[in-house]
């Protein structure tokens, strides 16, 4: 049901799509989708939280993996986000669209949570540098200035604007920036 509800999304705006159209895409009945969803925005949601939950495991894994040059993990991470759904852009963008508007985006808390830990414990990290722990208050601001931009970034790459590589550049000059200037004070 998850995949025939990904299919749609690829096609349709979430608010065109019936649980009908994805029970008969699924190859289910309409009556076996109620069974596990007793409507289209409880499947949207679990939908959703299993996207999630995979992409917040891929961050946490790049977060893990050191960089093989300054900056490097912030592609990496980029690349995991832009890259969710199986490179499915505009079913995530749909899909990551209609959880913001519903104000479900609570779903990323936990992620967010961990990377201001880490940005607050280990500090800015790459190739070769290591900047030391960041406030909780500058780790929040980072963490939320890279997700407001990523979230932003979800869109304009689903509709072909985004230049992934000017982004990833940008990304990093705002992290090491930001980190530089929080070590001096």
Do not use: C
Not at 78 to 107: F, I, W
Not at 149 to 163: K, P, Q, W, Y
């Amino acid at each position: 049901m998850f995949e025939a509800t990904t299919r749609l999304l690829e096609q349709l705006e979430p608010a065109q799509i019936s649980t009908n159209a994805i029970a008969k895409l699924a190859g289910v009945s309409i009556g076996t989708l109620y069974q596990y969803f007793p409507d289209k925005e409880s499947l949207f949601q679990a939908l959703l939280a299993r996207e999630l939950g995979g992409l917040s495991a891929r961050v946490l894994e790049v977060m893990q993996t050191p960089p093989a040059r300054p900056g490097g993990r912030i592609g990496a991470v980029l690349g995991a986000v832009l890259d969710a759904y199986g490179g499915r852009k505009l079913a995530h963008q749909r899909l990551m669209r209609y959880s913001l508007e519903r104000g479900t985006s609570g779903l990323l808390q936990p992620l967010l949570e961990q990377l201001m830990t880490s940005f607050s414990t280990d500090g800015v990290t790459g190739a070769g540098m290591v900047m030391p722990p960041l406030s909780r208050t500058d780790a929040f601001v980072l963490t939320h200035a890279v997700a407001g931009v990523t979230r932003a970034a979800i869109t304009a790459h689903a509709s072909g604007e985004l230049d992934r590589e000017a982004l990833e550049q940008s990304l990093t000059r705002l992290v090491l920036g930001f980190a530089m200037s929080a070590k001096k004070q």
